[in-house]
């Protein structure tokens, strides 16, 4: 994996070289985010910069937004994947920067504009490294990661991990400081398993509830029932969690509510209990409705696997990291029981997802993600778009 030192010098140069024009394209997109599944002007600005760029534009099928672009090298070989997210966030910004949103109540709060321009980055440092590598970098623009079920799936249905050898992803992390990155191997976020329930029961007066089958209380009892699946049905060594973040039912205080819908997301990390959850919680449900003489229904929004890192993938970019810019610049990514879709590709084909250092607090870059004052240090475009770059090159390169 050491790669000739003159690659790593021309890599920094071109991404010192472009990261004004980055910043540009960075902040034009801060200032125009959209929601998920609608980032059509996203779309077309991305599109718009990747022609420009010289990469080869991949027309998408039955996808109306994201994007999936092309640069080959100086002669036919693998392919390698570079993914971003694109979407935005229904957040109102406040953290008062110059280029803040220009669309009320909508924010990039996540990073995903860091992330698409550490991406468009990539592609106009490697377009003036074609000599440098055989094969295919492809970049694939993903919609709609905040919202499930995501736009991972889709995008795989486009054809987006065809003949990949190997795919890379990066989050931004204001935990981090500007220049480091983090890595782990293996499981490193959870599954996660979008459920709604909804009781049924049947409605009456509030006075005459034994001619009714009251789905409040039938749903109480199920929101309650289904807390002691994590504290006593699993291991208490696996971390799990089932939370209810929504729940909805009823008409006036005086009716008995003949429905209610429970919103839910079941997390885990490991394989098996992703499986079992959906299992348990609708056992659960099952049971607590019989007994009540009502019934349920269990419609699953989405199900996305546990995101677990290849090992040799991060040692790969541990070693470039390390030869572009130094020792002691990484540092390890704690587990946490979010979830992305970048799990989806994850389970396909090796790779890795890396988080980018983007703390800087004298910008007060130091908010958490979906914060209405997050802030990132557009400095670290230089480091992600320098790793991808060097990746890139080390997979791909003619002189391995
Ligand atoms: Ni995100």
Same mark, same amino acid.
């Given at each position: 994996m050491k790669q000739p030192r003159d690659t790593f010098d021309e890599i920094r140069k071109i991404a010192g070289q472009i990261h004004p024009e980055q910043v540009r394209w960075r902040r034009h997109l801060h200032a125009h985010p959209e929601l998920s599944t609608q980032e059509f002007e996203t779309t077309a600005f991305l599109t718009k910069q990747l022609r420009t760029l010289g990469a080869r534009v991949v027309p998408l099928r039955k996808m109306k937004t994201g994007v999936i672009a092309e640069l080959t090298g100086h002669c036919p070989g693998p392919v390698v994947a570079i993914r971003s997210d694109i979407d935005a966030l229904p957040i109102c910004e406040k953290s008062g920067v110059p280029f803040a949103s220009k669309i009320t109540g909508r924010m990039h709060a996540c990073g995903h504009d860091m992330h698409m321009a550490t991406v468009l980055g990539a592609v106009a440092v490697l377009s003036q490294m074609r000599e440098r590598f055989s094969g295919t970098v492809r970049f694939i623009f993903q919609p709609a990661e905040e919202v499930p079920p995501g736009g991972a799936r889709p995008m795989i249905a486009e054809g987006a991990l065809k003949n990949v050898k190997v795919i890379f992803g990066l989050h931004v992390d204001p935990t981090l400081a500007t220049g480091k990155i983090s890595l782990r191997d293996g499981v490193t976020m959870a599954s996660v398993c979008d459920f709604d329930l909804i009781i049924h029961g049947s409605g009456g007066h509030a006075a005459r509830p034994h001619t009714t089958v009251d789905s409040i209380t039938c749903a109480a009892e199920v929101v309650d029932s289904i807390q002691k699946i994590v504290s006593r049905e699993i291991?208490?060594?696996?971390?799990?969690?089932?939370?209810?973040? +929504?729940?909805?039912?009823?008409?006036?205080? @005086?009716?008995?509510?003949? !429905?209610?819908?429970?919103?839910?997301?079941?997390?885990?990390?490991?394989?098996?209990?992703? +499986?079992?959850?959906?299992?348990?919680? !609708?056992?659960?449900?099952?049971? %607590?409705?019989?007994? +009540?003489?009502?019934?349920?229904?269990?419609?699953? %929004?989405?199900?996305?696997?546990?995101?677990? @890192?290849?090992? +040799?993938? @991060?040692?790969?970019?541990?070693? @470039?990291?390390?030869?572009?810019?130094?020792?002691?610049?990484?540092?390890?990514?704690?587990?946490?029981?979010?979830?992305?879709?970048?799990?989806?590709y994850l389970e396909k084909v090796p790779g890795s997802m890396f988080r980018l250092g983007v703390m800087n607090k004298k910008i007060k870059a130091d908010k958490p993600w979906h914060s209405d004052r997050f802030i990132a240090d557009e400095q670290a475009l230089i480091f992600g778009t320098s790793l991808f770059c060097a990746a890139v090159v080390d997979v791909l390169g003619k002189d391995r």
């Open positions: 291991d208490p060594i696996l971390p799990a969690a089932i939370t209810f973040g +929504r729940i909805e039912g009823g008409t006036a205080r @005086n009716v008995i509510a003949d !429905r209610v819908t429970l919103t839910g997301t079941a997390r885990s990390l490991s394989p098996e209990l992703a +499986r079992r959850l959906p299992a348990l919680i !609708r056992r659960t449900t099952a049971g %607590i409705c019989k007994a +009540r003489g009502a019934k349920f229904e269990m419609k699953e %929004i989405a199900r996305y696997p546990v995101l677990s @890192n290849h090992a +040799r993938v @991060n040692r790969l970019l541990a070693s @470039n990291y390390e030869q572009l810019f130094g020792p002691g610049k990484i540092e390890t990514t704690p587990v946490v029981l979010g979830g992305e879709d970048f799990a989806c």
